[in-house]
């Protein structure tokens, strides 16, 4: 059974016009990954205090989360996400869904998780919004997914979902800038080769 859930809220130009080798020599000083590791710091010193943004779960429900999420075995963490589906689709921590934060302070399977249960108990339109979520710098769950998870193992997996892969952050970056960042050539590939991205959009800064 699907359940209706309320909407509570609705430099350097990249040199990609021929993707070879030098594609990926672009240097690692993205204020995006520098904001994103300053926040990853913050929450790993802060996850277990005092850290409630969200006003969805009380400060003890959110601890029990975070551990359930850190834990390899999913099934704590399905349960509780089933018996507090409403809070869990609403978190938010630092702008950040629940999905975008596991994506990046955790492990690949508790995304998996989250997004299996949504995926069963939430309405089709809603999830698929739930997905294409920006946060405040505008990244989705897509481009967490390259960013902050290294084996990259929920990239097929959100494509399988039907995401939209051209939403374009704050600073007009796309998942292809953020496989050039992070060096990622078979990311890179896939993109432009598989699913036809554009790789000439230039950021806001040129």
Same mark, same amino acid.
């Given at each position: @059974? ?19 080798? %030098? ?5 690692? $000083?993205? &204020? ?6 300053? #926040?990853?710091?913050?929450?790993? &010193?802060?996850?277990?205090? $005092?850290?409630?943004?969200?006003? *969805? ?11 359930? @999420? ?13 018996? %507090?589906?409403? *809070? ?7 702008? @950040?869904?629940? =999905?975008?934060?596991?994506?990046? #302070? ?6 998996? *998780?989250?997004?299996?249960?949504? &995926? ?7 999830? #698929?919004?739930?997905? %294409? ?5 505008? =990244? ?18 959100? =494509? ?18 953020? *496989? ?14 598989n699913l036809n991205m554009n790789f $000439? ?6």
């Amino acid at each position: @059974m699907k359940i209706e859930i309320d909407d509570d809220e609705e430099k350097e130009e990249i040199n990609t016009n021929s993707y070879n080798n %030098n594609a990926f020599n672009f240097n690692n $000083n993205n &204020s995006y990954l520098k904001n994103n590791n300053n #926040l990853k710091e913050k929450n790993e &010193s802060n996850k277990n205090n $005092n850290n409630n943004n969200n006003n *969805s779960l009380s400060e003890q429900m959110e601890k029990k989360l975070q551990y359930y @999420m850190s834990q390899k075995d999913s099934r704590n963490l399905e349960n509780f996400i089933i018996n %507090n589906l409403k *809070s869990c689709f609403n978190y938010k921590n630092n702008s @950040m869904n629940l =999905l975008q934060y596991s994506i990046f #302070l955790f492990n690949s399977e508790s995304a998996k *998780s989250i997004m299996k249960i949504f &995926s069963l108990k939430i309405e089709k339109k809603k999830f #698929l919004a739930y997905l %294409n979520y920006k946060d405040k710098n505008g =990244l989705t769950a897509f481009h967490y997914s390259i960013i902050g998870n290294k084996k990259n193992s929920l990239f097929h997996e959100l =494509l399988s979902n039907k995401i939209d892969i051209n939403i374009n952050t704050n600073l007009n970056y796309n998942a292809i800038h953020f *496989s050039i960042i992070k060096n990622d050539k078979k990311i890179f590939l896939y993109l432009i080769e598989n699913l036809n991205m554009n790789f $000439n959009i230039i950021d806001k800064n040129g």
